[in-house]
Structures are given as C-alpha cells and as structure tokens.
C-alpha cells in the first residue's frame, strides 16, 4: 500500500465502494457501532452515517461519543433519526462534574456532556425511537460515584451501562488484557468490593424495569463483578473475527477494537479474501484459545446470542435462586 495513504482515514467515496464491492458479505448485518476516538470529529460523520443508512436500513447503529461536541452531535443526530429508526447514542460520563473533568483532563468537559444528553433527550420528545445511554468505565477514581451517575441516568430517563476498563493495544498502545488487569490488580479490591451494593440495587431495578429480557444485562454485570474480583475467568467463547469484525479508521481490519491483531486493510484486499486469509485463520485460532480476555459491552452481547445456553442455565438459576433463595 502507498504509505501516504496507509494511516489516512478512509473517505467517504472509499467507505461507499467497500460497502458496495463486499456487500454479499455484509448484507445481513444487524448491528453497527461507531466509535472513535471521537466519531463526531470527521466533518462529514453525518454524510457517512447516511450511506451505511442506505447499505443497512434495518441494522441498529450505536454511537459511542464523549458528548463535547454538542452543536455538531445535535445537527448529525437530527439528521440521522428521521431516516434511521434503531440508533443509539452513548454518551460518556465518568463520574461527578469534578471526577469526569480530572479524568478527561479538560475543565468543563462534564458541563459539555450534560447539555449534550439534554438537548438528545429533547430530540427524543420527536423521535421517541432515539435511545440514549449514560456509559461508564470502571475506573479507581470513579468507583465511589457510580450511584451518582445512575441517579444522572434516572434523571434523564436514559439508560446507563458501565464495564470494565479494557487495556487496548489497538488504540492506547498497551498489552493485552489478561484477567489481571481487568479489575482486582487494576482497582483494588476494596473500592471493587465496595461497588456490590450499588450493584446489587442496580441489577434488581433492571429486573423490575425490563422483566424477562433484563436476563442478558443481570449475566453481564454479574459475570463482569465476579471476573474483575478475579473470582471467575470469562465465561463465554468470543465470536468476533466469526460474527463481527472491527473495521479501523484507515481501513485495517480486526476481530474486534481491543485485540492488537490485524486481519488485513479493505484497501488492499475485499473482505472476503481477508476473511478467508491464512492471517484471518490464525487470529480466530488464538481467539478460540481464549488467549485474550475482555468483558466489552458490544461483544459480550454478541457472545451471549452465541452461546444462548449460558444464559438460558444462568436465566433458570437466576429465577430459582429468587424463589427459594438458593446461591447461584
Ligand atoms: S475476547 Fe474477543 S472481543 Fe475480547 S479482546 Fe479477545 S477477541 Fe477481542
């Protein structure tokens, strides 16, 4: 490849020929998340957003954003929710006003999010299909104002979800995850300990907000607890570089945003030749190994369709354990 255009984002004209050349490998996506960085950054973002519409009508899209941009956030996602009816937005908020700030390392970055999730929850008085989301990382100085956060969320009427901090190679340059450094030797065990009773409220509330189909959210934050106390490994095989793929900014492609592990670049080759690629072939053969660890929100979802059995047995247990008071 020219090196000039090696780290170069991909252009709109180049992201519309990978979705038309490959498109009888994607025409059955159903789930599409934007991420950054910060997404909101790329002027045309918006321009985008309108041809993967075009590609993938019916596919969910999620966009993850820092919320500071509010007035480019405001314009995109008006435009984008008349045409799209399943999107999402999460917006990051680390903690109160003072935390959030000291963790971004900008003043007034908190202030910038908040109005952003005001004037989406305007939005969504029009488009009630819009679905907005507080995210969080678990983090040693955010741990304590993780009931704040919430009561933001309730306040809003949006949902709120939080994981575990991932180191990510791909974008911050750090190792792979193990089960280490996922939680217990990352934040201590303490402050880990201390976030059991706000879970335990939290997970009940979901219960009773979401009834049945609050099974797969009680299995995530129950799994995440037990495996960043470092009580339990991951519990399910990972899917991606199978059932999802992570497709960079300048067109190199991943199983996933976390692990470091190049598939191939969409400019070099059509997606299906990189997913039939000797590379592609190893990747998943590591994967299956479970020689990396996560516990990400977008992929743990994915794993739980996968591996439907899990959270059937975890489902049952769940209900009995309520009924007759049984240890899960
Ligand atoms: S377990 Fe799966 S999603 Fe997590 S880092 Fe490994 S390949 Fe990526």
């Known amino acids: 490849m020219n090196p000039q255009i090696a780290d170069r984002d991909l252009t709109l004209e180049e992201i519309k020929k990978f979705l ?19 997404p909101f950054m790329r002027d045309d973002f918006g321009e985008m957003l309108e041809i993967f519409h075009g590609f993938f009508p019916n596919a ?17 996602v008006s435009r984008i929710v008349k045409i799209h009816r399943k999107i999402g937005i999460s917006i990051s908020i680390d903690g109160r006003e003072e935390t959030h700030d000291k963790i971004r390392g900008i003043k007034g970055t908190y202030k910038k999010a908040v109005q952003t999730i005001k004037k989406m ?8 299909w819009l679905n907005i989301t507080i995210g969080s990382v678990l983090l040693p100085l955010n741990i ?11 306040d809003f009427n949006v949902d709120f979800t939080f994981q575990p901090l991932h180191l990510n190679p ?18 201590g065990e303490e402050k880990l300990r201390k976030l059991k ?22 299995y ?50 059509s997606l299906k030749e990189i997913w039939r690629s000797e590379e592609a072939k190893n990747i998943r053969g590591e994967i299956a190994k479970r020689s990396c660890i996560c516990w990400t929100v ?10 439907f059995i899990h959270l059937l047995i975890f489902s049952i247990r769940h209900v009995l354990k309520n009924k007759l008071n049984l240890r899960t």
């Open 20 to 38: 038309e050349r490959d498109y009888d490998m994607l025409k059955n996506v159903v789930e599409i998340t934007f991420t950054g960085g910060e």
């Open 60 to 76: 969910s899209f999620w966009i993850v954003t820092n919320g500071t941009l509010t007035t480019r956030i405001e314009e995109v």
């Open 121 to 128: 929850a305007i939005l969504r008085e029009k488009y009630p």
């Open 144 to 154: 304590k104002d993780f009931p704040f956060i919430y009561k933001l969320s309730k």
């Open 170 to 187: 791909v974008f911050y340059k750090h190792p792979l995850n193990t089960q280490e450094t996922l939680g217990k030797y990352l934040i």
């Open 197 to 218: 009773d706000f879970l335990e409220i939290y997970m009940q509330e979901i219960f009773s907000r979401y009834k049945l189909a609050a099974f797969p959210h009680l």
């Open 220 to 269: 995530y934050y129950d799994n995440m607890f037990r495996i960043v106390l470092g009580e339990r490994c991951r519990t399910l095989n990972c899917f991606a570089g199978i059932s999802a793929f992570h497709l960079g900014s300048n067109g190199d492609i991943y199983p996933c945003h976390i692990l470091n592990k190049k598939m191939g670049n969409i400019r070099e080759k």
């Open 298 to 307: 977008h992929e743990i979802y994915r794993s739980m369709e996968e591996n």
